[in-house]
Each structure stands twice: as C-alpha cells, then as structure tokens.
C-alpha cells in the first residue's frame, strides 16, 4: 500500500534534549512538507523540501531543522531552541509544487 | 499578509440536514483550493480539490469556487452523523507550492 508514515506516533521530550521524528513516504512524491498544527489552529509550516538535498524554511522554521538525504525520507529535529515545541506534527507529501498535498497520521510531541 | 478565513463554529446541523461551510482568502492570485477533512486527534485527508469557478460535486459534497468574491464552500448534502469533523480550507499563496491553511470550521452532525 502507498502512503505516508510518520513515527512515533507520541513522543516525549525533556528539557534540553533535541528530538528527531520520522516521515517516509512511498508515493514517489518530489515534494514534502512539515507542520505544526496547536489546539484550535490551522496548520502552520514549518519546512519543506522539492529535491533531494534541497530544503525551504516556512513560516516558523525557528528551532527545527531537516535534511533530505533520499525521496522517501524527511525527518524533523525538533531542538532544544524550540522552547514550546508541545504540538501536533503533520508531515505531507505532493507531486510537485502546487499539487494536492497528501498527510501522515502525525505524531504527538510533548514536554516532560 | 496571508489570509485563509473560516468561521471556526461549531456548526451544528440535523441529521439529513445540508451542511454549509464557507472559507474567504485574500490572495487575489489564487488558483487552486482544498478542502481537508480532520477527524479529532487524526490527520487531515483530502475531500475536495477546486480550481475553476463554478461548482464541483463528488458524492454528497459539492464545492463551489467564486474567483470575484474570493469565496469557496463545501456543501455537504446528507448530512451524517459520521461527517462531523473540522473542516479546512487550503490555497497555494501567492503564486508558492506553500499551502496556506484556515483555521477550520467544526461541524456537529446532530442524529
């Protein structure tokens, strides 16, 4: 089945650690996308990738950090910069620019 | 500045009932709309995708695209109790691949 996976589905951090979560995608999709979504709010973006080894910061790019070393994969470092990382984060993939962009199931990050 | 615009609700409609969620934008330039589907707790899944004026059905939903009023719904005919969910509104910004999403309007499906 194709699809998008993102792992683990919770994840607890503590103060001061940096954290990685994990978005592979067999769709053969170009595009992929990061974002944060809080309690009552939209989705707001976080990072996003077109190629391999290319990657955009979006709208609050501050305290994460990616890499896209292969077309399936896009893991995000949430780090300690992050000061209030507790969020729901969607991980996305499209075609290319502009197309229908297609979500993961998320995973849940809190702060111990 | 980016603006996806939905009343954030709740919208509560009747079992049967036809439900009518409304999304406004402010990019003049946009093309294409989304309309996400989000479960409480789940991801969004894609329901409908618009991107001439005019109207689109699929199924029991039907969305419909005004270019001049910048405006764009989803119409849910039918409405079930398994429809309640929040609803996004999403446009490309500016010309980007960048998605700009609403806020979400939550619908209540009363049985």
């Known amino acids: 089945d194709g699809g998008i996976t993102q792992s683990p589905k919770y994840l607890f951090r503590k103060e001061g650690q940096n954290v990685t979560l994990s978005c592979e995608q067999n769709?053969?999709?170009?595009?992929m996308y990061w974002y944060r979504q809080d309690p009552g709010q939209g989705l707001r973006l976080i990072y996003y990738?077109?190629?391999?080894?290319?990657?955009q910061k979006g709208d609050i790019a501050e305290g994460y950090s990616v890499s896209r070393e292969k077309k399936e994969s896009f893991p995000l470092t949430v780090t300690s910069a992050q000061k209030n990382p507790t969020a729901f984060y969607l991980c996305?993939?499209?075609?290319?620019?502009?197309?229908?962009?297609?979500f993961g199931p998320g995973t849940r990050l809190l702060v111990l | 500045q980016k603006e996806v615009e939905q009343n954030s609700g709740p919208l509560s409609v009747p079992e049967g009932a036809i439900a009518s969620l409304n999304c406004t934008y402010s990019?003049?330039?946009?093309?294409?709309f989304f309309w996400y589907r989000q479960y409480s707790g789940k991801s969004p899944e894609l329901i409908m995708s618009?991107?001439?004026?005019g109207d689109k059905e699929d199924g029991r939903f039907t969305a419909q695209l005004n270019k001049a009023s910048q405006y764009v719904s989803l119409l849910i005919r039918d409405s079930q109790p398994s429809d309640s969910a929040t609803y996004l509104c999403?446009?490309?910004?500016?010309?980007?691949?960048?998605?700009?999403f609403g806020k979400g309007t939550k619908l209540s499906v009363i049985p």
């Open positions: 996305a993939s499209s075609m290319q620019r502009g197309e229908t962009q297609y």
């Open positions: 769709l053969n999709h170009d595009a």
């Open positions: 990738s077109q190629i391999v080894n290319d990657f």
């Open positions: 990019d003049r330039v946009s093309q294409s």
């Open positions: 618009i991107y001439s004026n």
């Open positions: 999403a446009t490309p910004w500016a010309g980007s691949y960048q998605l700009t």
